[in-house]
T-cell receptor, first 110, second 112 residues
Framework: DGGITQSPKYLFRKEGQNVTLSCEQNLNHDAMYWYRQDPGQGLRLIYYSQIVNDFQKGDIAEGYSVSREKKESFPLTVTSAQKNPTAFYLC?????????FGSGTRLTVV | SQQGEEDPQALSIQEGENATMNCSYKTSINNLQWYRQNSGRGLVHLILIRSNEREKHSGRLRVTLDTSKKSSSLLITASRAADTASYFCATSFETSGSRLTFGEGTQLTVNP
């Protein structure tokens, strides 16, 4: 079945470490997105990519990095520069106006 | 920056009742979408309404859009306990391409 897969579901990171969250889609969507969600809040856009080998900063890009080497994949790296990385991270892809979301990765800094 | 705002922040109703959630935004939009999120899960697309549309229906869902007031409402009729979730509006602005900006959501609880 077509869909978007995020892994891992839960991730623990020590302070000062970088960590990479995976997002893979087999929907043949051109655009992909990373959002951050904090408890009881809406989604805030971190980075997005409308085409392979191109991406743009969203509203809260500081402390994060991405790459888009393949259409299917849009990994997000949470760097040590992100001061408050504990959150729920959601990846999405879209074609025209419909977004499909992954099931999320919950990152906790220990 | 977040421009969509939903109200109420939380809504608790009994099964069988209707639930209405509202969303306001600040700039011109291409379209407005509603999403549902079960606790700790991804978002599921419910319905999209374009800026030149005023009302859309999908099953028990009814969405209205008033561009003069920059507001939208989502009505869920004959609610069920399984409708318990958070509901978000998301707007696509004329200047932002495919980007969606999400509101902070309404937490709906439907009591059996």
């Amino acid at each position: 079945d077509g869909g978007i897969t995020q892994s891992p579901k839960y991730l623990f990171r020590k302070e000062g470490q970088n960590v990479t969250l995976s997002c893979e889609q087999n929907l043949n969507h051109d655009a992909m997105y990373w959002y951050r969600q904090d408890p009881g809040q809406g989604l805030r856009l971190i980075y997005y990519s409308q085409i392979v080998n191109d991406f743009q900063k969203g509203d809260i890009a500081e402390g994060y990095s991405v790459s888009r080497e393949k259409k299917e994949s849009f990994p997000l790296t949470v760097t040590s520069a992100q001061k408050n990385p504990t959150a729920f991270y959601l990846c999405a892809s879209s074609i025209f106006n419909g977004y499909t979301f992954g099931s999320g990765t919950r990152l906790t800094v220990v | 920056s977040q421009q969509g705002e939903e109200d109420p922040q939380a809504l608790s109703i009994q099964e069988g009742e209707n639930a209405t959630m509202n969303c306001s935004y600040k700039t011109s939009i291409n379209n407005l979408q509603w999403y549902r999120q079960n606790s700790g899960r991804g978002l599921v697309h419910l319905i999209l309404i374009r800026s030149n549309e005023r009302e859309k229906h999908s099953g028990r869902l009814r969405v209205t859009l008033d561009t003069s007031k920059k507001s939208s409402s989502l009505l869920i009729t004959a609610s069920r306990a399984a409708d318990t979730a958070s509901y978000f509006c998301a707007t696509s602005f004329e200047t932002s391409g495919s980007r969606l900006t999400f509101g902070e959501g309404t937490q709906l609880t439907v009591n059996p």
